[in-house]
């Protein structure tokens, strides 16, 4: 009987709908999930947080926000900074592969990956798989990056 009970509270938890209109009820929620959010900055305009989702420090920021509140969409950006200059055809081999994501090269050469993504209401299970997708491709397309020996010896 425990078990169960147990069993209905974690779905209880998992069907709690996701909100970005208060970014730092957001944040509590992420802590809630399991997740180690850092601190919340740019709070008046598009509020961002670093997040460890599936061991890659990723950059969470929440857009189409009116003065930092009442966000509409979030997005995730991550830079791979033993992976610099990649050639271009090798990028669009990535967007071709992974069409979830945009692939690009940064102001820096570091290839990044780039995710934007509507969460509001969405159950919290459907948060993370959202981000279990991010940690799996993003997983992804570093071993491509080894495997084509784009990736630098550190």
């Not at 709070?43 to 926000?65: D, H, K, N, Y």
């Not at 055809?89 to 090269?105: A, S, Y």
Request: aromatic fraction near 10%; charge should be negative.
């Amino acid at each position: 009987m425990g078990l169960a009970l147990a069993m209905i509270g974690t779905s209880t938890a998992s069907a709690q709908p996701v909100s970005i209109k208060n970014p730092a009820a957001f944040v509590a929620t992420l802590k809630a999930m399991g997740y180690a959010p850092g601190p919340l900055t740019n709070v008046e305009t598009a509020p961002e947080v670093i997040v460890q989702i599936g061991g890659f420090g990723s950059t969470l920021r929440l857009a189409g926000c009116d003065a930092g509140t009442n966000c509409d969409y979030m997005t995730l950006i991550l830079s791979f900074n033993d992976v610099v200059n990649p050639p271009m055809h090798w990028v669009q081999e990535m967007n071709d592969e992974f069409d979830l994501l945009r692939v690009g090269i940064n102001e820096n050469g570091q290839l990044y990956l780039f995710g934007a993504y509507v969460v509001e209401g969405l159950p919290q299970s459907e948060l993370r798989r959202i981000f279990d997708y991010w940690s799996a491709d993003t997983a992804a397309v570093g071993q491509e990056a080894v495997e084509g020996g784009y990736a630098t010896k550190k």
